[in-house]
């Protein structure tokens, strides 16, 4: 595939994210498809079956939750994405109540595609802001909670 084409392949991997359509992962991503930064999240599964678990994880977490593709690269059989995901905290995570907070997180993301498909990713996420904006952690000058 050309570097256009890896890259519609991510773009289209958000939006079939945003619309809910997760079962669009088996035409997406490898069945042995490598998160080398999952989330810490016990009990996933491996490969894409691990995605498909985080990804039903969030959306019920954080129902109608988009991502806005802030810029891409792309080289060779890798294409980095820098993105902002936004949504709503209306449902549990592992260990944090739903708050009813608006939530935005930045990540970049590297995505390595082979025969067509999400083979490998590795990702910076901002965690540590997410966490605050849940007040599972406290802000400065503030309180968590």
């Not at 050309?2 to 958000?14: A, D, G, P, Q, W």
């Not at 490598?34 to 678990?53: I, M, N, T, V, Y």
């Not at 060779?76 to 997180?105: C, Q, S, Y």
């Amino acid at each position: 595939m050309s570097t256009e084409e890896n890259k519609r392949l991510i773009r289209r991997f958000y939006r079939e994210i945003d619309e809910g359509d997760v079962e669009a992962m088996a035409d997406l991503v490898a069945e042995s498809y490598q998160d080398h930064s999952p989330p810490a999240f016990p009990g996933l599964a491996p490969g894409r079956e691990g995605l498909k678990q985080v990804f039903h994880l969030f959306s019920e977490a954080a129902p109608g939750g988009t991502h806005t593709i802030e810029d891409q690269v792309a080289e060779g059989d890798k294409v980095v994405t820098r993105l902002t995901a936004r949504g709503v905290h209306e449902g549990d995570l592992p260990g944090i109540p739903a708050t009813g907070r608006p939530v935005t997180m930045t990540a970049t993301v590297i995505h390595r595609i082979e025969n067509g498909k999400l083979a490998e990713k590795w990702s910076d996420r901002d965690l540590f802001g997410f966490l605050q904006q849940l007040g599972a952690i406290p802000t400065p000058g503030g309180t968590s909670g």
